[in-house]
C-alpha cells in the first residue's frame, strides 16, 4: 500500500521560513518522480517543485530561488526548503509520487504565512 505522509507545515511569519518532508512507503522511492503541489482557498492545485530520482530538479517561477527541492533516497524521503515566505505561498501543501500504479498523493500539510 502506497504511503506519502506529510509534515512540517505550520504558522510563519512573512519572510521566515519551513521545512516541508514527505515519508514514502509502499513503493520504490528511489526510483520515483517526487513532486510537490499547494492548493490555496478557491484556486486549482498547482505544481510548485519536482524532482527526479537522480535529484534533477524544477521550480515553479513563483518560488524560484526561494524553495528546494530535494531527496534522501535512504530515507524514503523528499523535502521542499522554503525560505523567504510570502503571504501568497499561503496554502495546503502536498506531495506525490508518480508509481508503477499511477500517481499518488499525500493528505497534505497546511502552511499558513501572516503576521
Sequence with gaps: QV???ESGGGLVQPGGSLRLSC???GFTFSTAYMS???QAPGKERELVAS???V???NHADSVKGRFTIS???AK???YLQMNSLKPEDTAVYYCSA???WGRKWGQGTQVTVSS
Excluded: E, P
Design 98 to 100: 508518480d508509481t508503477v
Design 55 to 57: 535529484g534533477d530538479s
Design 36 to 38: 510537490w503541489y499547494r
Design 51 to 53: 524532482i527526479t530520482f
Design 3 to 5: 504511503q506519502l505522509v
Design 76 to 78: 524514503n524521503t523528499a
Design 23 to 25: 515519508v514514502a512507503s
Design 71 to 73: 531527496r534522501d533516497n
